[in-house]
C-alpha cells in the first residue's frame, strides 16, 4: 500500500552538518579514507553550543563553571575542544579522568561524579580534583585517606515529590553529612552542594535548588564555607525540525498499533505505549524526540525561576547573594548536533508486501541506545551508481535492517520513509547521534569493530576531515568563567 502523504519525521540538522551533507562527495570521501561505517563529529558545533550556554550565564551576572560531561561522548576532539575554551569537565571513571588530562585539563578544573568505589577514590586523593561525592561512605573514606585537604561537592537527591534515586545523599541524611564535614574540615573542603536530576520539568529542579540553598544555610551554620551550588545536566536536545509532522507519525502509528490504518512498526512493537481497551496508553521509549524546548531555554527559566521560600527572588541572583557560583554538568546539550553516523547501504530486500528492508552495514547499537528508537529520519545520500529501473524513484516506506542476527536486531523498528528506494552503495546517514547513541551501548558484537570516529572541521569553504583524536581545535576567545 502506497500512503498519499508518508508520514515523515524530518531531522533537525545544524547548517554546517548541512553544508557538509551537501558537499559533493565529501561523506564519499570520509567512508572511501576511513571505512564504513563511521562516526563523525562536529566540534565546531559543539563549541557554538557552549557559546550559547555562556551567552545565558553572561547575562545573569554571577559566576560559573560549565563541566561538559565526558560520559557523553568518548571523542577526544570535543574535550579538547572543552579544554581550549577555557571550561571544566566532569568525569566518572579513571579513565574517563585519564583522557581528561591527556586532553590538557589541569586536576582543578576536573570534577568527578558517580559512585565511585575504594580503587578510584584513592586514585583522587591528593591530585586537587573536586570529588562530586555520591554517599556517606565516599566522604567518610576520603577523610580516612586524606593528608591534605580534598575539595568537595556533596550530591543530593531524594528531594520532595522527586523519585527515590540510586545516586546522592538522600535529603534525610543531610544533617549527618553536614556534621562529618564540620568534623573533617581539616581534610575535606566543602565547596557546596550538587543535584543531577534528568528530567525535563523544570519543578523538580527547582525543588532541588530550593532545598541546596535552604542545606548551604545550614552549612554557614555548621561553620562550613559553601562557595557552590552545582545544579548538574540534563538539558534537552531538539531532534525534531517539524513537531507537527512528528505528531502526526505519532499518531498514524498509534493508529496502526489499533489496526485502524496501516501498521508502522515491525514484530508487533509497541515501543512502550500499551494497548488496553482499543486505546494506546503510556510515555514512549522514544518520548526525547518529542521535545521542543532548546537547552538554552531551560536554563534561562531555571536561572531566572522566582523562589517561593526566599521572596520570589530569581534563582540566579539568589545564588550570587550567597556568594555561590552556579555550577552546571551539561552533556547532551553541548554535543546536540554535533554528531552523526554514516552507514552504507548493502542490499534491500522484499520480505512481505508493503515490507521492505534496508540492510546496512551497522548495528542497532551503533546508532541508538537499544532500548529506545530512532526517530528522526535519516538522510539518504547517492553513492549507488546503478540506477534502479525496477522500482523508480517515488518515496518508499522501508524498516532498516542491520548486521546483527537476532530477530529483533532492526536498525528502526518503525517504518521509515525515504524519498526513493536505497540502491546498494548509497549511505544513509544518522543525524544528531553525539550523544549518548555512539558510544552508550556500543559493542563488538559479533565480532565487528567499532566504527572509526572522525572529527570534520570547516576550514575556509571546505571542510577537513581527520581521526577523532588527531582533531586540534583552533584557539578560543576566553570568558567570565570562575
Ligand atoms: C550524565 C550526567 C550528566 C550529563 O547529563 P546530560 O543529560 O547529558 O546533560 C551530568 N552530571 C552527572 C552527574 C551525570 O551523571
Not at 559566576?63 to 577526544?76: D, E, F, M, P, T
Not at 554514516?342 to 546496512?360: C, G, I, P, S, W
Not at 532500548?371 to 540506477?387: A, T
Request: charged fraction near 20%.
Amino acid at each position: 500500500m502506497t500512503v498519499s502523504t508518508p508520514p515523515t519525521l524530518p531531522p533537525k540538522i545544524h547548517p554546517l552538518v548541512r553544508a557538509f551533507l551537501d558537499a559533493p562527495g565529501a561523506v564519499a570521501d570520509a567512508l572511501a579514507r576511513f571505512g564504513s561505517p563511521a562516526h563523525l563529529v562536529f566540534p565546531q558545533v559543539f563549541a557554538e553550543n557552549l557559546g550559547h550556554f555562556r551567552d545565558v550565564l553572561d547575562e545573569q551576572g554571577t559566576g560559573y563553571r560549565i563541566c561538559y560531561a565526558h560520559k557523553v561522548n568518548q571523542s577526544r576532539a570535543f574535550v579538547r575542544t572543552a579544554e581550549r575554551a577555557g571550561i571544566g569537565i566532569d568525569v566518572a571513571s579513571a579513565a574517563e579522568l585519564a583522557s581528561a588530562v591527556d586532553a590538557g585539563f589541569a586536576t582543578d578544573r576536573i570534577e568527578v561524579t558517580g559512585p565511585k568505589g575504594e580503587a578510584f577514590l584513592r586514585a583522587l586523593v591528593g591530585t586537587g580534583v573536586t570529588v562530586n561525592a555520591d554517599n556517606l561512605w565516599e566522604v567518610r573514606r576520603l577523610a580516612e585517606l586524606a593528608d591534605a585537604p580534598v575539595p568537595l561537592l556533596l550530591r543530593l537527591s531524594g528531594f520532595p515529590a522527586t523519585p527515590v534515586s540510586r545516586f546522592g545523599v538522600p535529603l534525610w541524611q543531610a544533617e549527618e553529612a553536614l556534621a562529618l564535614l564540620a568534623a573533617h574540615r581539616d581534610r575535606i573542603t566543602f565547596r557546596g552542594f550538587a543535584f543531577h536530576i534528568d528530567s525535563g520539568e523544570p519543578a523538580e529542579r527547582l525543588r532541588a535548588v530550593e532545598a541546596c540553598l535552604a542545606l548551604t544555610e545550614r552549612a554557614y551554620a555548621c561553620g562550613l564555607v559553601p562557595t557552590v551550588l552545582n545544579i548538574g545536566g540534563g538539558f534537552r536536545q531538539v531532534f525534531t525540525s517539524d513537531a507537527d509532522a512528528f505528531d502526526r507519525y505519532v499518531v498514524a502509528l498509534r493508529a496502526g498499533l489499533l489496526g485502524r490504518g496501516e501498521a508502522l512498526t515491525w514484530g508487533g512493537n509497541t515501543f512502550g505505549f500499551h494497548l488496553d481497551g482499543g486505546a494506546v496508553h503510556g510515555t514512549p521509549v522514544f518520548h526525547k524526540y518529542a521535545n521542543t524546548v532548546p537547552a538554552t531555554r531551560m536554563l534561562t527559566d531555571l536561572l531566572g525561576a522566582e523562589l517561593e521560600q526566599h521572596g520570589g527572588r530569581a534563582m540566579a541572583r539568589l545564588a550570587a547573594e550567597n556568594l555561590l557560583d552556579i555550577w552546571l554538568e551539561p552533556g547532551k546539550a553541548l554535543v546536540d548536533h554535533a554528531g552523526i553516523t554514516a552507514a552504507r547501504v548493502e542490499f534491500v530486500k522484499d520480505v512481505a508486501a508493503d515490507t521492505t528492508l534496508v540492510n546496512l552495514d551497522v548495528s542497532r547499537d551503533t546508532v541508538t541506545p537499544a532500548d529506545q528508537e530512532v526517530m528522526v529520519d535519516p538522510v539518504l545520500l547517492p553513492g549507488g551508481d546503478v540506477p534502479d529501473t525496477d522500482h523508480g524513484d517515488a518515496p518508499v516506506g522501508v524498516f532498516l535492517a542491520g548486521r546483527l542476527c537476532l530477530e529483533r536486531d532492526l536498525i528502526t523498528n518503525h517504518k521509515v520513509w525515504l524519498p526513493r528506494r536505497p540502491r546498494p552503495g548509497d549511505v544513509i546517514v544518522f543525524p544528531n547521534t553525539g550523544a549518548y547513541h555512539m558510544d552508550l551501548s556500543a559493542a563488538n558484537a559479533s565480532m565487528h569493530p567499532r566504527p572509526p570516529k572522525l572529527a570534520v572541521a570547516q576550514r575556509g569553504d571546505g571542510f577537513r576531515v581527520c581521526r577523532d583524536e588527531e582533531y586540534e581545535p583552533v584557539a578560543a576567545a576566553g570568558s567570565r568563567e570562575a
